[in-house]
């Protein structure tokens, strides 16, 4: 008996949560030039985060890149190759 009553209970809760689902699933789509106006602005905003951070990042290693030219040895003349490539390569 117990047995029985669970898998009721069970099938209810799986009712109620595919039919939250569809009400959900129901209401964004329903309008589709609202999905198709948010996916656009979630694009450009994901785009232009993806530029800034990109930018900030590649600028924050080349300040540390070019703190590094001061080391002495291999290292620093290296560090001071790859500052030195980056810059000619931003002259172009």
Same mark, same amino acid.
């Given at each position: 008996?117990?047995?029985?009553?669970?898998?009721?209970?069970?099938?209810?809760?799986?009712?109620?949560?595919?039919?939250?689902?569809?009400?959900?699933?129901?209401? $964004?789509?329903?309008?589709?030039?609202?999905?198709?106006?948010?996916?656009?602005?979630?694009?450009? $905003?994901?785009?232009?985060?993806?530029?800034?951070?990109?930018?900030?990042?590649?600028?924050?290693?080349?300040?540390?890149?070019?703190?590094?030219?001061?080391?002495? @040895?291999?290292? @620093?003349? $290296?560090?001071? $190759?790859?500052?030195?490539?980056?810059?000619?390569?931003?002259?172009?």
């Amino acid at each position: 008996m117990r047995r029985i009553t669970r898998k009721i209970e069970a099938d209810r809760e799986a009712g109620a949560r595919r039919g939250l689902l569809e009400e959900l699933y129901s209401d $964004f789509y329903s309008n589709r030039r609202k999905v198709y106006q948010i996916n656009f602005m979630r694009g450009i $905003f994901f785009g232009v985060g993806s530029v800034v951070g990109g930018t900030l990042v590649v600028t924050s290693v080349l300040a540390v890149l070019g703190i590094l030219t001061d080391v002495p @040895g291999w290292f @620093g003349e $290296f560090i001071q $190759f790859v500052v030195d490539s980056v810059r000619q390569s931003n002259t172009q």
